[in-house]
């Protein structure tokens, strides 16, 4: 079935450096890719997404990287900083149809001051 | 903020219960999903209204049950309460032929 695989389920790194956050999906029809930040208590906000036919996108310190032949794709966050503590879900959508978005298990980052 | 709002905020209930949530989509969104979150996951997608018909369902039984109204907001129904299903509620709004879903900031059901 439609699965999406969400890769480290912890990360703790040094404010300032970088953080890597990888996913992997079993849907070929798959063509939407956003990621959620969702902080404690709160609802998933919206950081970034990308379509099928793009590879790479990038938002000030957020990026994000796709590879449909791997079926995968990839958070990157620059310049980490302390506010960037939070937990960060990918998601997968056929985009057509019915609009659901299959979930990774999530990534909680951590941030060290 | 997204314009996505939810009630209650909190709920108590005890097993055999039954529940129902509300969600009011964004002006003009016609497009409303339901996801249940467990604490440490993924939210999990249990189904999707568009104009008021149901548009796509997941692996829920159907004692999950839904409405959207002429105004696009939503109701989420759950029957016959068991224990698992206490997680955090979601509903996500979006445009028909955009992909961005705008979630609410949920609803929390705890079961006794």
């Known amino acids: 079935g439609e699965n999406v695989e969400q890769h480290p389920s912890t990360l703790s790194v040094q404010e300032g450096d970088s953080a890597v956050i990888k996913c992997t999906y079993s849907d070929s029809a798959s063509n939407y890719f956003p990621w959620y930040k969702q902080e404690l208590g709160k609802r998933p906000q919206l950081i970034i997404d990308i379509r099928s036919n793009v590879g790479e996108k990038k938002d000030q310190r957020i990026a994000v990287t796709l590879n449909k032949t791997a079926k995968h794709f990839s958070l990157h966050i620059t310049e980490t900083q302390p506010e960037d503590s939070a937990v960060y879900f990918c998601?997968?959508?056929?985009?057509?149809?019915?609009?659901?978005?299959?979930f990774g298990t999530g990534t909680r980052l951590k941030v060290l001051a | 903020e997204t314009g996505v709002t939810q009630s209650p905020t909190h709920l108590i209930k005890t097993r055999g219960q039954q529940v129902t949530l509300r969600c009011s989509s964004q002006?003009?969104?016609?497009?409303v999903s339901w996801y249940q979150q467990a604490l440490g996951q993924g939210p999990q997608f249990i189904f999707q209204y568009y104009r008021e018909e149901e548009n796509g369902r997941g692996n829920f039984p159907p004692r999950f049950s839904g409405l959207q109204f002429p105004n696009y907001s939503s109701e989420l129904n759950v029957n016959a309460l068991e224990l698992d299903d206490s997680a955090l509620y979601l509903c996500?709004?979006?445009?028909?032929?955009?992909?961005?879903?705008?979630f609410g900031p949920g609803t929390r059901l705890t079961v006794l």
């Open positions: 998601a997968a959508s056929r985009g057509s149809g019915t609009y659901k978005y299959i």
């Open positions: 002006s003009g969104h016609n497009t």
């Open positions: 996500a709004s979006q445009k028909s032929s955009y992909n961005e879903q705008f």
